[in-house]
C-alpha cells in the first residue's frame, strides 16, 4: 500500500486525470490485494550439503505446494502441487521455457530438444516424434536383449571368480551400448572396451552435471576456456564425439542414398533401425548441426536416466526380498531363459510394476526446470514473468498427503490388472516422464529397455549389497546418483527344474488322423 498509493496521491496531485491514473494502477492494486506465496526462510545453507531436492522436501512439509526460496540475490519458485504441476506442463505449456537448463546444456545440446524452446522445439518434436514408432520400439527389444546378455556374460564370470561387482557403473554402460545403437547405430561396446569415445561421452556428461549444480558459471569467463585443463578437456571430448557423430550422419547418409527407399509411417531400416536413418530417409532437410543437436540430446536423455532407474530399482530390490521372489516367479514362468518379445512386454506385468514403483521414489530427473515467459497465477498467486521455477517430481511422488505408505517400495500399489501408471490416470501426482507437450519422448522405449534388463538379470542371478560395502547414499547432477556406487554381490541363481514337457504336438497330429 505504501509506494503506489503513494505514487497515485502524488501523480493525481500533479494533474493527471484520474482515470487514466485508475487504468494504470489496477494491475499494481491487484497485486497489492493477492496473496503472497511463503517464502522459506534460513534455508540456504543446508541447500548446499547434500543432494538438494533433500531440504527442498523438508521445506515443501513447512511451506506447502509452492513457495519462494531466496539464494542469494537469485529466487527459485519450487512447486510440489499436482495442480499447479499440471498447470505449467500441461494447461499454460506454452508460457514456460526451459530456462536456466536450456542455459547450462547449451555447451553440450545446442538447440536439441530438450533444451531447444519455441520454433525450434516445435519443428523438431513434429519430426523426431514419429522416429520412435511401434515398429521401432518392438525392433528395439532385441537390441535390449543382446545387450543385456553381454552384461549377464560379464557378471557370470565375476560370479565364478566370486568378485563384487559395482551395478551403477555397469548400467550406465549398459545404457550407453544401447542408446548409440538405438539413436545412430554405432556400437560403444562400453561393456567390454574402454575406447577414447567412451571416456569422451563421461568427460562431457560430467560436466554438464557439475555446471547444473554448480552456483557459479565460472565456464562463461571467456579465458577460462583456454587456460583450464579441464576446459580444455572437455572441448576435446566435446569435438571428438562431434566428428564421430558427423561421421555417423555421412555414412547414413550414403546408406540412404543407395537404399531403394519406399518411406511410410512405420519405415524401419533392417540393417540399421536407428533413429537417424529413419530422420534421414523421412527427408528431414535439417542443418547437420541440428541434427547433431538432436543426436547428442538423445544420447544423453536416454542414457544417464535408464541407468539410473536399474541402479535404483536393484537397491531398491535389495531391501524387499519378497518383491524379488515375487519377479523370479513371474519372469520364470513368462520368459525362462528365452530373450524377450515385445508379446512378453505386455506379460511381464509385476516386473513393469517394480520400474513403475522404482520410477516414484526415484524419479529422473528429480526435478523439472521452467521460466515463466509471461505473468501468471499459481494456486491462487500471481507471478511475473522471468520466474525461475523448479518442479519437484521427488516431492510430488513422497507427498504423504498423496500417498499411503510414502516411503515404502511397494509396486502393489498399482493394481497389475489396471492401467500403466502415468501422469493422466494419475492427475500429475506421478510424473515418471514428465507431461503435456514436452514429454519424454522415449518413455515407451525406456520402459521397455529397463523391464527386458531386469527381466533378463533376475532370472540368471540374485543380487545382494555386498559384504562392506559403502553406504548407498544419494547426490545429483541430471539423475540421481550413488555417492559411492552400488556394489553388489552376484550369484547363478539355482532355478526350479525344468520340467520336461510331452511330445504333444506329435501325438496331437497322430489322434486326429486317427480320428478322420
Ligand atoms: C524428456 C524422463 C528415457 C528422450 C524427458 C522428461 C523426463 C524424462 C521427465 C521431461 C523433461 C522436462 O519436462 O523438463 C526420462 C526417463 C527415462 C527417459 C526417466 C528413462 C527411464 C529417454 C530415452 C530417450 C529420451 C530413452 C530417447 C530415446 C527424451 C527427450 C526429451 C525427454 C528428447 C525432451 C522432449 C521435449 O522437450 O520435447 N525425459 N526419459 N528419454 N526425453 Fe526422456
Redesign the pocket.
Known amino acids: 500500500s505504501g509506494f503506489p498509493s503513494g505514487a497515485k496521491k502524488s501523480l493525481l496531485k500533479l494533474g493527471v486525470p484520474s482515470e487514466i491514473l485508475e487504468f494504470l494502477f489496477s494491475w499494481v492494486d491487484a497485486h497489492e490485494d493477492c496473496p503472497k506465496i511463503p517464502e522459506a526462510k534460513g534455508a540456504i545453507s543446508s541447500i548446499r550439503s547434500e543432494a538438494f531436492f533433500i531440504p527442498l522436501y523438508e521445506l515443501f512439509l513447512t511451506y506447502g505446494g509452492v513457495f519462494r526460496l531466496n539464494f542469494g540475490p537469485k529466487s527459485f519458485l519450487i512447486v510440489s502441487d499436482p495442480t499447479i504441476a499440471k498447470h505449467i ?1 500441461r494447461e499454460n505449456s506454452k508460457a514456460y521455457s ?1 530456462g536456466i ?1 536450456a542455459e547450462i546444456l547449451e555447451f553440450v545440446m545446442g538447440t536439441g ?2 533444451p ?1 524452446d519455441g520454433e525450434v ?1 516445435r519443428i523438431r ?1 513434429r519430426t ?1 516424434v514419429p522416429a ?1 514408432h511401434q515398429k521401432y520400439v518392438a525392433a528395439m527389444i532385441s537390441l535390449f536383449g543382446q545387450a543385456t546378455d553381454r552384461l549377464c556374460k560379464k557378471l557370470d564370470a565375476a560370479a565364478s571368480d566370486g568378485e563384487d561387482v559395482e551395478m551403477e557403473s555397469l548400467f550406465s554402460r549398459l545404457t550407453l551400448d544401447i ?1 548409440g545403437k ?2 545412430f547405430n554405432y556400437d560403444f561396446d562400453s561393456l567390454t572396451n574402454d575406447t577414447g569415445i567412451v571416456e569422451a561421452v563421461y568427460t562431457v556428461l560430467r560436466e554438464a552435471e557439475d555446471r547444473s549444480v554448480s552456483p557459479i558459471p565460472f565456464w562463461e569467463i571467456p579465458i577460462w576456456k583456454d587456460i583450464s585443463p579441464r576446459q580444455k578437456r572437455v572441448s576435446a571430448a566435446l569435438k571428438l564425439i562431434n566428428d564421430i557423430l558427423d561421421d555417423l550422419i555421412a555414412i547414413c547418409k550414403r546408406m540412404v542414398d543407395e537404399e531403394e527407399l519406399q518411406f511410410h509411417e512405420e519405415y524401419v531400416n533392417e540393417q540399421d533401425p536407428s ?1 537417424l536413418h529413419f530422420l534421414l530417409a523421412s527427408g528431414d532437410d535439417v542443418s547437420s548441426k541440428q541434427l547433431r543437436d538432436d543426436l547428442m ?2 544420447l544423453i ?2 542414457h544417464e ?2 541407468a539410473a ?1 536399474l541402479t535404483w530399482t536393484f537397491y531398491l530390490l535389495s531391501k524387499e526380498p519378497s518383491v524379488v521372489s515375487k519377479l523370479q516367479e513371474e519372469v520364470d514362468s513368462i520368459l525362462g531363459d528365452r530373450f524377450p518379445t515385445i508379446e512378453d512386454m505386455k506379460k511381464l506385468k509385476y516386473a513393469t510394476r517394480v520400474i513403475n514403483e522404482s ?1 516414484r521414489l526415484y ?3 528429480p526435478v ?3 521460466r515463466s515467459l509471461e505473468n501468471d497465477v499459481l494456486g491462487g498467486y500471481p507471478i511475473k514473468r522471468g520466474e525461475d521455477i523448479f518442479i519437484s ?1 521427488w516431492n510430488l511422488h513422497r507427498s504423504p498427503k498423496l500417498w499411503d505408505d510414502v516411503e515404502k517400495f511397494k509396486p502393489e500399489r498399482w493394481p497389475l490388472d489396471g492401467p500403466n501408471p502415468n501422469e493422466t490416470n494419475q492427475n500429475f501426482s506421478y ?4 507431461g503435456g ?7 515407451m ?3 521397455y ?2 523391464v527386458v534388463a531386469l527381466a533378463m538379470l533376475v532370472r540368471r542371478f540374485d543380487f545382494q549389497i555386498a559384504l562392506g560395502a559403502p553406504p548407498v547414499e544419494m547426490t545429483t547432477g541430471a539423475t540421481i546418483h550413488t555417492t559411492e556406487g552400488l556394489k553388489m554381490t552376484v550369484t547363478r541363481r539355482i532355478k526350479p527344474p525344468i520340467v520336461p514337457t510331452l511330445e504333444m504336438p506329435t501325438l496331437n497330429a497322430d489322434a486326429s488322423v486317427n480320428l478322420s
Open positions: 506442463l526451459k537448463l530438444l530438450i531447444a522445439w518434436r523426431i520412435l542408446i538405438a539413436v533413429i540430446t538423445m536423455a536416454g536416466t535408464s532407474v520410477l524419479p529422473q530427473p523439472l526446470i521452467r517430481v510424473l515418471p516422464f514428465g507437450p514436452r514429454k519424454c519422448v522415449g518413455d522405449f525406456a520402459s529397455e529397463t
